[in-house]
Every structure is written in structure tokens, then in C-alpha cells.
Nanobody, 121 residues
């Protein structure tokens, strides 16, 4: 079992930065694919970025060049650094874990509770 707890959301002005963290429980953290999704009001949940156990990263087009995902396997954490934030980045951000890249888009086993990010214009 993996439990995920997000932190670091909040209110920021356009152009500002926020750093989201996800702390994971479980002994197999280093083998999991970890990442972030977000869901804005009235919209579907969408991928923001993920990072594989080997450190390969993947970003949504909306995140490329502004967001950076990283992981610390010693601390069982994954971090999303968000820069140059825009009002359209406003959403609840969810941390997700999957046991393998083949499961990333199909597994719903491991989600955090979400953290609110609000970007004011």
C-alpha cells in the first residue's frame, strides 16, 4: 500500500512560484512512477508531469518550460516546482503513484487528497 500526502499549495499572484511536495509512505517508493495531476472547476483531471523510477520525466505541454518535477528517494518525496504561474494554473493538484509506467494511465490505486493552487490575476 502507498499513501500520499500533498503540501505546498496556496494563493499566489500571476508570475509567482509555488513548490508542491508529496510525501509517500511505503517501502517501494523508489520503484514507483510518481507524478502530478490537476483538476480545475468544471474540467477533467489532467496530467501535469510524472517522473519514473529511473528519473525520466514527462510534462504536459502547459507545464513545459515552467514546471519541474523531481524526486528524492531517500526521503520518499516528489516535488513539483511551479514557476511563472498563470491564472489558468488554478486547480486542485493531486499526487499520484503507479507501480509501473505501463500502469500510469490506467491505475487509480494511489492518489493523494489534493492541494489547492490559486493564481490571482
Amino acid at each position: 500500500q502507498v499513501q500520499l500526502v500533498e503540501s505546498g499549495g496556496g494563493l499566489v499572484q500571476t508570475g509567482g512560484s509555488l513548490r508542491l511536495s508529496c510525501a509517500a509512505s511505503g517501502s517501494s517508493f523508489s520503484t514507483y512512477v510518481m507524478g502530478w495531476y490537476r483538476q480545475a472547476p468544471g474540467k477533467q483531471r489532467e496530467l501535469v508531469a510524472f517522473i519514473t523510477s529511473g528519473g525520466r520525466t514527462n510534462y504536459a505541454d502547459s507545464a513545459k518550460g515552467r514546471f519541474s518535477i523531481s524526486r528524492d528517494n531517500a526521503k520518499n518525496t516528489v516535488t513539483l516546482q511551479m514557476n511563472s504561474l498563470k491564472p489558468e494554473d488554478t486547480a486542485v493538484y493531486y499526487c499520484k503513484a503507479a507501480a509501473a509506467i505501463s500502469l500510469w494511465y490506467t491505475s487509480d490505486d494511489y492518489w493523494g487528497q489534493g492541494t489547492q493552487v490559486t493564481v490571482s490575476s
